[in-house]
T-cell receptor
Framework: AQSVTQLGSHVSVSEGALVLLRCNYSSSVPPYLFWYVQYPNQGLQLLLKYTTGATLVKGINGFEAEFKKSETSFHLTKPSAHMSDAAEYFCAVTHTGGFKTIFGAGTRLFVKA | DVKVTQSSRYLVKRTGEKVFLECVQDMDHENMFWYRQDPGLGLRLIYFSYDVKMKEKGDIPEGYSVSREKKERFSLILESASTNQTSMYLC???????????FGSGTRLTVV
């Protein structure tokens, strides 16, 4: 069975600091991996995805994530946080051959001035 | 710009009412999904559909039904609304397994 674990329900960083949001997954087959962002009272927006090929993927708003198969991880990073990055972030996994996507519980990012 | 449109942003209904939540996508996507989102519980899949007139139960289908008469429209129905169905409801569509989801803006439903 698939599962997605996001370490830390809340993360707080200072403006300009590195953002690191952690995601680990379990899947019996190679997965597709996604990060989504949700701003208050809105739906989720796709930030980036890994399907095949290069393990370091770049997304919108300066975010990137690296697929590490040996660690079953897909952590999200951004070199320098901006106030506008404050939102909730969800990691998600779909296994190849399946329709359903499993979402992590989410990590709320706070950015301090 | 591609879109998933949910008919209402906020809705207040009374216990026992039949409630319809509408979702329309303009991307010609095969797959559509209904989730509910609750604090501390994340997103939970209610129903999904991979073709017109096809539907599959998700993880929490009890108390809900769905309808997909046309490819672009996927409706969620609360047969008899209850207070424990107060939640944020999110509709999404997808063109395939590796393409990710496009979400609507959500409907915040309050059942009183």
């Amino acid at each position: 069975a698939q599962s997605v674990t996001q370490l830390g329900s809340h993360v707080s960083v200072s403006e300009g600091a590195l953002v690191l949001l952690r995601c680990n997954y379990s899947s019996s087959v190679p997965p597709y991996l996604f990060w989504y962002v949700q701003y208050p009272n809105q739906g989720l927006q796709l930030l980036l995805k890994y399907t095949t090929g290069a393990t370091l993927v770049k997304g919108i708003n300066g975010f990137e994530a690296e697929f590490k198969k040996s660690e079953t991880s897909f952590h999200l990073t951004k070199p320098s946080a901006h106030m506008s990055d404050a939102a909730e972030y969800f990691c998600a996994v779909t296994h190849t051959g399946g329709f359903k996507t499993i979402f992590g519980a989410g990590t709320r990012l706070f950015v301090k001035a | 710009d591609v879109k998933v449109t949910q008919s209402s942003r906020y809705l207040v209904k009374r216990t026992g009412e039949k409630v319809f939540l509408e979702c329309v996508q303009d991307m010609d996507h095969e797959n559509m999904f209904w989730y509910r989102q609750d604090p501390g519980l994340g997103l939970r899949l209610i129903y999904f559909s991979y073709d017109v007139k096809m539907k599959e139960k998700g993880d929490i289908p009890e108390g809900y039904s769905v309808s997909r008469e046309k490819k672009e429209r996927f409706s969620l129905i609360l047969e008899s609304a209850s207070t424990n169905q107060t939640s944020m409801y999110l509709c999404a569509s997808s063109g395939g397994q590796g393409s990710g989801y496009t979400f609507g803006s959500g409907t915040r439903l309050t059942v009183v």
